[in-house]
């Protein structure tokens, strides 16, 4: 379903004129050697926030660190992870700062 909301979601940011990058990677360093295609996001918007998006039960702990992960190695200080599988949208938005 991710997929999904995911191709939604590209279309209204393009409608809108929004600048922003899907699946981008995120390199992870590890002892001198990168590796280049670790972690992708699920989107960055205006090279200024990160969008997570999710279709779970519940936002818990591990969609937490994932988005936090991303804001450290990107150096980047605010993201989302939006949770599609609740009834009212707003009830599904979590803002992290790092």
Same mark, same amino acid.
């Not at 379903?1 to 909301?5: D, K, R, V």
């Not at 969609?63 to 994932?66: G, V």
């Not at 989302?80 to 599988?85: D, E, G, Q, Y």
């Given at each position: 379903?991710? &997929?999904?909301?995911e191709s939604?979601?590209?279309y209204e940011l393009s409608l809108r004129n929004v600048p922003f990058a899907q699946q981008l990677s995120l390199p992870v360093n590890y002892? @001198?050697?990168v +590796? &280049? &295609?670790a972690l992708k996001m699920d989107f *960055? +918007? @205006?090279?200024? /926030?990160i969008l997570e998006l999710?279709? *779970?039960e519940a936002i818990n702990e591990i969609?937490?660190?994932?988005l936090l992960t991303y804001l450290k190695l990107s150096r /980047?200080?605010?993201? /989302? %992870? %939006?949770?599609?599988?609740v009834k009212l949208l707003k009830h599904g938005i979590l803002r992290m700062v790092n």
């Open positions: 379903m991710e &997929s999904t909301y939604c979601l590209a002892k @001198d050697h +590796v &280049s &295609s *960055v +918007v @205006d090279n200024a /926030l999710k279709a *779970v969609h937490k660190a994932q /980047l200080r605010t993201g /989302l %992870i %939006i949770n599609f599988n």
